[in-house]
């Protein structure tokens, strides 16, 4: 059963978004001349005092989080909701100190271990595509969500501002602990941090209504379809043997069954087994 796409509503009251935050002006979201400067100025600042993330001028700045945010407008991503997690959550904090600056570029960062953060494009269009799922249209938001993969915690923190509640799961230990620590304050969502192979996902809490994976293999993994509620989706790279590459493949639990779609072509790390 195809439905025809309808634009995601705005999914939750704003007492439901992070403390503190507030929605983002119109004039923010209008393209702003480059901050890059004042942003390296001011991580160059932090630095020279022995500071850990950069604060002051630049980088704590919602303008530069709104300069990201037009640009993702312009290319087409209209998704209300994940516009507004991207201008409310402070990349720069997920990421080390040195590569500050770079935090709201588009662009995939080393966060340790051989990982990367994913460039902000590729997981606003994975997290728009969750809202366009049957249950996350009708509810206005992504519901129960499993995220595979938790790197650094930057998608999990934008999960918690989009779902009811976050299972996210990460087989790096140290990476489950940084992000254990990048995520002091962004329990709203009822976020649970779980360390642990990703490929089984998380039975306690299934079923979920979004599954999320931030790296690809060469197949699908059977438990995080086992683990689908119906009206649910889930988006994640995969191996597509006859395009020689990953795509995300996105696939709907309907009541009489599974729908698949590839979508775009994507380069995430690739799914492990076991934890380290
Ligand atoms: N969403 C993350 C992206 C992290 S990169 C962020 O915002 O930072 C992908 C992550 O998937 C890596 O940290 C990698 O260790 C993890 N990963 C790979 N295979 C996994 C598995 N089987 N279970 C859980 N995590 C896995």
């Not at 503190?20 to 702003?32: D, I, M, S, W, Y």
């Not at 516009?83 to 990421?95: I, N, Y």
């Not at 696939?251 to 072509?265: E, K, N, T, V």
Request: glycine share 10%; aromatic share 4%.
């Amino acid at each position: 059963m195809n439905r025809p796409a309808r634009p995601a509503r705005f999914p939750l009251p704003l007492d439901r978004l992070a403390a503190g935050a507030k929605p983002v002006a119109p004039e923010l979201l209008r393209p702003q001349r480059p901050l890059q400067h004042a942003a390296q100025h001011a991580a160059k600042n932090a630095a020279a005092q022995g500071q850990g993330a950069p604060r002051g001028l630049g980088l704590d700045s919602a303008a530069v989080r709104a300069r990201m945010v037009a640009r993702l407008r312009t290319e087409g991503l209209s998704c209300g909701p994940v516009l507004q997690a991207f201008a409310q959550v402070e990349r720069h904090r997920f990421v080390d100190t040195a590569l500050a600056t770079q935090a709201y570029e588009d662009t995939s960062l080393p966060i340790g271990l051989s990982q990367t953060i994913s460039k902000p494009s590729v997981v606003a269009r994975m997290l728009a595509l969750l809202f366009e799922g049957e249950s996350a249209r009708a509810a206005g938001h992504l519901g129960r969500v499993l995220e595979i993969g938790t790197g650094c915690g930057y998608q999990a923190a934008l999960l918690t501002l989009l779902a009811r509640s976050v299972v996210s799961i990460e087989r790096l230990k140290p990476l489950h602990d940084k992000a254990r620590e990048n995520l002091e304050g962004h329990r709203h969502g009822g976020l649970r941090l779980v360390f642990g192979d990703g490929r089984l996902g998380h039975a306690p809490n299934a079923p979920y209504d979004s599954i999320v994976a931030a790296a690809g293999g060469e197949d699908l993994p059977a438990a995080w379809l086992d683990q689908l509620a119906v009206g649910g989706r889930l988006v994640a790279p995969v191996h597509d043997a006859t395009r020689g590459g990953q795509v995300l493949l996105v696939i709907d639990r309907q009541p009489q069954g599974l729908a698949r779609r590839w979508h775009d072509a994507v380069h995430f790390v690739p799914l492990k087994s076991g934890t380290a």
